[in-house]
């Protein structure tokens, strides 16, 4: 892993973790505790309405944390009910907290590569719909990052479970003088949530 992306995540304080966010927590922490007891493949899609903030920076940590914390047999995926494109600030965020970034097209919806060490593959981040092909279509959890997409989709095609965890938007600080803050808030909070959340895995 990269460095100083390992210095990020050693960093990360999962003492400040509310009761209340540990118990929004537990679900996803009882599914990996499932799927790993029963040696079956982890399939996690991160599902906001725009898939272009809160989804794909929860998608990218569970994939570096899962290997930060050697748990194998997980692919991370994300979607919206809607097509956008990522954020230009989710990646910078990302960047800055350590991954190694690649912009691979300039088209309206971009491509990105991000990794997180040398060794593993890339995670291709851009927007998409939960209907692309590019997602699993079966055996998956599906995790509503968002309050809309979580009202808006109570049945997921394909989901054998389906998870609240929902975050504040960063959009609300673009274009001001807050906005390199407050995604680099929101990018620790979840990459400190997930943390969490392996770290129980490992305490079984």
Same mark, same amino acid.
């Given at each position: 892993?990269y460095?100083?992306l390992?210095?990020?995540i &050693?960093?990360?304080?999962v003492?400040?973790?509310? $009761? &209340?966010?540990?118990e929004?927590?537990q679900?996803l922490?009882s599914y990996? $505790?499932?799927?790993i007891d /029963?040696?079956q493949?982890?399939?996690?899609v991160?599902?906001?309405?725009h898939?272009?903030r809160?989804?794909?920076?929860a998608?990218i940590?569970?994939?570096a944390?899962?290997?930060?914390h050697?748990?194998d047999?997980?692919?991370?995926?994300? #979607?919206?009910?809607?097509?956008? #494109?990522?954020?230009?600030?989710?990646? +910078?965020t990302?960047?800055?907290?350590?991954?190694?970034t +690649?912009?691979l097209s300039e /088209?309206?919806?971009?491509?990105?590569?991000?990794?997180?060490?040398?060794n /593993?593959?890339?995670?291709i981040a851009?927007?998409? +719909?939960l #209907?692309s092909?590019?997602?699993?279509a079966?055996k998956?959890a599906a995790?509503?990052?968002c309050s809309?997409?979580?009202?808006?989709c109570?049945?997921v095609?394909?989901a054998?479970k389906?998870i609240?965890?929902?975050y /504040?938007d960063p959009k609300v600080f673009? #274009?001001?003088e807050?906005e390199? +803050?407050k995604y680099?808030?929101?990018?620790l909070q979840?990459?400190?949530e997930?943390h969490?959340?392996?770290?129980?895995?490992s305490?079984?």
């Amino acid at each position: 892993m990269y460095s100083n992306l390992k210095e990020t995540i &050693d960093s990360l304080d999962v003492s400040t973790l509310s $009761s &209340d966010r540990k118990e929004v927590l537990q679900p996803l922490i009882s599914y990996l $505790s499932t799927q790993i007891d /029963e040696k079956q493949a982890i399939r996690i899609v991160f599902i906001c309405t725009h898939n272009s903030r809160r989804s794909h920076l929860a998608q990218i940590w569970m994939q570096a944390l899962a290997h930060y914390h050697g748990i194998d047999r997980l692919n991370s995926y994300s #979607a919206g009910t809607q097509q956008t #494109a990522v954020y230009a600030s989710v990646i +910078e965020t990302l960047k800055d907290a350590g991954f190694a970034t +690649e912009k691979l097209s300039e /088209e309206a919806n971009p491509i990105y590569a991000v990794k997180y060490t040398d060794n /593993e593959p890339a995670v291709i981040a851009f927007s998409k +719909e939960l #209907a692309s092909t590019f997602n699993p279509a079966s055996k998956f959890a599906a995790i509503m990052t968002c309050s809309q997409a979580d009202e808006g989709c109570p049945f997921v095609p394909g989901a054998e479970k389906r998870i609240p965890i929902t975050y /504040e938007d960063p959009k609300v600080f673009d #274009a001001t003088e807050q906005e390199e +803050e407050k995604y680099k808030e929101r990018s620790l909070q979840i990459a400190t949530e997930l943390h969490y959340v392996f770290q129980q895995l490992s305490n079984k």
